[in-house]
Structure formats: C-alpha cells, structure tokens
C-alpha cells in the first residue's frame, strides 16, 4: 500500500473536524439556496419517493448548472413523480405537437402514424448528455420489476444495483434521503478539499480522488450527513468557486491551509508544502509547477491539461415540402439508440472528411439524400445556408447547413432509420438536441 500523505494534507485533529462541521453547517442552514429538490426531500415522508426525488435531481445536475436543471427537473417531477410512474413511461410514446392529423399527401412517415416518440428523450431534450434519462429510466424499471420498488437502502447496494449510479450519485442519495453517514465528492467537493488542505497532486487522478474520498467520508458529519455533504457542495458552488472565490465570506476559512499560505506566506504552523518531506509527497504539488502567488487559493485545484475537442464536420440538410395546410414541413431522422445524442432527431446529416472541398460535400450529401427522396438530387440544388458551432464536452462540432425545397411527394423508404416531416412548431416539441434547434 502507499505510505499515507504527511498529517499537514489531512484532518487529523478531532476538535477541528467537530468545529469544522458546526460552522459549515451553520453557514448552511442561513444561506442555502432554495431548490426544488431539497424542498422535495426534505418534505417527503415515504423513503422510496425521498430517494427519487434526490436521485433524479442528482443524475440531472451531472456537468449542467444548477440554473438549467431547475426547470427540467420540476417538470420531470410533475410528470414522473414516482419511480413507478418512470418505469411505466418506457411503454408510452407522445404525440409532439398538436396539429399531427395524417396528411393526405402521401407518407409522412416511417414510424407508427402521426408523431410518436419517447417521452423521456423529449423531455429531456436540451439537457446534454442524453443517455443519462435513458439509464434512469432503466434504473426505474429495475427497480420496479426486480426489487419490488423498493430502493436500495446503502451507497454500496445503490452503486452496485442501479445501472448508471456511481460512488457519488449513490453517496448523495444514501446520505441525503436515508441519513448514511457517508461523504461525497463532486468538483465543487474536491476544489474545497484541495483548497483546505493544500492538495496540489492531478486532483483527476486515482491516487487523489481515493484519498479526497477518505477524507469526505472523515468528515460528514454522522448525525446530519445530507446536509453536511449539500453544504460541502454548495460551498464549492456558491463562495469556494474555480475564480474570484469568496474567501472573506467562507465559513470554514480558518480551516483553510490554501488562504493562510496567501496571508502569511511560510508561517510556522503550516509548513511550506513544496518542502514536504523528502519532495515525493502524493498529494503536494509537482516541482515543475510550485506555488504562485499571485493565484493565491486559486492554486489549487490542479488537473492535468485538457484534451483538446476534436473537430467534426457534418453537412446537414434541412428538406422543406409544403404541408395539407399549407405550412412549411421539415424532414426530421433519429438517430441511432446509443452513441452521441442517441435516439434523438435530427436533420438529415452526413460526418464529412476533413478537408473535404465544398463541392465536393454538397455531391457527398446529394448522393447520401437519395435515399430518403426516392429520386436523384443534384447537387447544384443544395443551397449552402451557412456553418453553425456547437460545442459538446468533447467534440467542436461544425454543421454546414443546406435547404432543398421539394416540389413533389416522397415516399420514405421503412428499412430506413425512423422518420417524419414536423411542422416548425412540431420541431421544437420533438426530442431533438439544442445544436439542431440552431440549425432551424
């Protein structure tokens, strides 16, 4: 095993850690932010529905701020307010949008009449990282139809049953819902962490996060856990953040080896951490990076450097037919059940080489139309609209955008993937990504 990390990185002193949870707790109690979630939590009686209320919240939060998931997650909730009520809704398909009569022009699909699609992925559009609804609601039918719908009661049995439930989602959930006295930790939890102990080591590698779950697990406090692991977290969120934190207004800053270090330089009761021990101290920083002062706390945390997103090009394709009534209808494809932005909708797209002359992309995506018109397109008749940007976590997205209005019925080909013409108002209704809602 690795030798443990010299006592100045850790919370070794009982009476610190006490006055450390009194004051983190206090400060909590007077300026926690008011979310539905913690209303819903705190409120509810029945564990199984406390449980679901904070493990919907915490799968919705997962890399989206707490600003965007509010909505989502209330309309979730009215929805879905029950782990039985989830499980049923992978049986249900909704119509999106209210105008959906079938047109007598022909087809206007290759899925079931009118527009049927998954709940889930349509209320969920927007949100990023799609797959996440889609492994909850797994989770929900598992444990509806194998444990009897009845949650599991530990982190442990929670991480180990439920498919897409990690040590943080399953922490959060035990702690805060049945009052296991076990910690959590999440970026905010590890920037607070790094920062109060000098921890300077990849705060992303293995070695780090184990011995930062030591010391969560160390420091929750056994008789309020949830709130001591929300009050962690929000901390991280509201004072201790990445840039600029609030130092002046945190409640647990005489605890905080990063801030006495920027006020006092080198003093005698917080040794200099670059001379800790021999220099091969796991958790102090690297050599080749040591203290800046003019960072401050802000030296920590340190990461290793970010991959660079990796560039992809699509040329998209927006075909428009005049509807029954007149109105303009789009052309809309899903896409395949797993992968990036699975089982959502989309315009029809094709990935283009780079460095792909724009010639030759409007006759790749010409010839790649073919097989949703049921007639030749030539190229000439893609008219180039323009580029539009969107980032994911890790992928600088670039879709060229083309329109091709049709003039004559199409008749969709059923061995294709599923598809179907919407009205613009039927677009935005529909489970289809935010970077697709920029293309129209």
């Not at 879905?80 to 119509?95: D, G, N, R």
Request: proline share 8%; with cysteine.
């Amino acid at each position: 095993a690795p030798a443990p990390p010299p006592a100045r990185h850790l919370f070794s002193d009982p009476a610190e850690i006490e006055a450390l949870r009194g004051n983190l707790l206090a400060w909590y109690d007077k300026c926690k932010r008011d979310l539905p979630w913690r209303t819903l939590a705190a409120a509810e009686l029945d564990a199984d529905r406390r449980a679901y209320a904070v493990w919907v919240s915490e799968i919705m939060l997962q890399q989206t701020q707490v600003a965007t998931v509010i909505d989502y997650y209330n309309r979730w909730m009215q929805k879905w307010p029950t782990l039985q009520a989830l499980a049923q809704a992978s049986l249900e398909v909704s119509v999106a949008g209210s105008g959906c009569s079938p047109c007598p022009r022909g087809a206007s699909s290759n899925t079931a009449p009118c527009l049927l699609e998954q709940e889930v992925n349509e209320l969920w559009a927007g949100l990023g990282y799609y797959s996440r609804g889609k492994r909850l609601q797994e989770a929900a039918r598992k444990v509806v139809s194998e444990l009897a719908g009845r949650m599991p009661r530990t982190a442990e049995d929670l991480q180990k049953l439920l498919p897409g439930v990690g040590r943080y989602t399953a922490g959060a959930i035990a702690s805060i819902a049945y009052g296991q006295a076990t910690g959590v930790v999440d970026g905010n939890v590890i920037r607070v962490l790094c920062r109060l102990r000098c921890i300077g080591a990849d705060s992303s590698s293995p070695a780090v996060i184990d011995r930062l779950w030591d010391m969560a697990n160390a420091l929750v406090d056994k008789s309020r856990p949830g709130d001591f692991n929300q009050a962690l977290m929000e901390l991280g969120a509201t004072v201790c953040v990445p840039k600029a934190p609030l130092c002046g207004e945190c409640p647990v800053k005489q605890h905080c080896r990063a801030r006495s270090r920027k006020l006092f330089g080198k003093p005698t009761p917080v040794p200099d951490v670059e001379d800790c021990g021999d220099g091969c101290c796991p958790l102090c920083p690297p050599a080749t990076e040591p203290w800046d002062s003019s960072l401050g706390v802000t030296n920590f945390p340190r990461k290793a450097a970010k991959k660079q997103p990796r560039a992809v090009r699509t040329a998209t394709c927006v075909l428009e037919r005049r509807g029954c009534h007149g109105a303009p209808e789009y052309l809309i494809v899903q896409r395949p059940s797993s992968g990036l932005l699975a089982g959502l909708w989309e315009f029809p797209s094709l990935p283009l080489d780079q460095g792909l002359q724009e010639e030759k992309q409007r006759e790749a995506l010409a010839d790649h139309l073919q097989a949703w018109t049921g007639w030749p397109v030539v190229a000439r008749s893609l008219r180039l609209i323009g580029e539009v940007v969107h980032i994911f976590s890790h992928i600088h997205q670039t879709y060229v955008v083309y329109s091709l209005p049709l003039d004559r019925d199409v008749t969709l080909d059923p061995a294709l993937s599923p598809s179907r013409w919407v009205t613009e108002e039927e677009f935005h209704a529909s489970a289809v990504s935010t970077a697709m809602k920029k293309v129209l």
